[in-house]
């Protein structure tokens, strides 16, 4: 199994920035190859906000590139998405993912992040 705790959510105004901060821990951990930020706003899907390979590469939902960015600290087992330039529209349930053979199968409990004025 694979243990995701969520940090750094809140209330920020437009403009603004937050960094969410996910701790991995668990026996599977190991056979983790991509770890990724997802959202969900209310009344809609879940969508992949950004995720980071084993290796480092990183892919970007169009909506943040250019103003997210995810990075990650092997030593720690920790993944960040610093969140730059922040919209209304950034506002939703915020989670962290990690994937076994590409496939999401581990979720933590989600961080809300609100961006209003």
């Known amino acids: 199994q694979v243990q995701l705790v969520e940090s750094g959510g809140g209330l920020v105004q437009p403009g603004g920035s937050l960094r969410l901060s996910c701790a991995a821990s668990?026996?599977?951990?190991?056979?983790?190859?991509?770890m990724g930020w997802f959202r969900q706003a209310p009344g809609k899907e879940r969508e992949l906000v950004a995720q980071?390979?084993?290796?480092?590469?990183?892919k970007y939902a169009d909506s943040v590139k250019g103003r997210f960015t995810i990075s990650r600290d092997n030593g720690k087992n920790t993944v960040y998405l610093q969140m730059n330039s922040l919209k209304p529209e950034d506002t939703a349930v915020y989670y962290c993912?990690?994937?076994?053979?590409?496939?999401?199968?581990?979720w933590g409990q989600g961080t809300q992040v609100t961006v209003s004025s």
């Open positions: 993912a990690a994937a076994r053979a590409n496939l999401y199968e581990y």
């Open positions: 668990g026996t599977f951990l190991i056979s983790i190859n991509y």
């Open positions: 980071i390979s084993i290796g480092g590469s990183t």
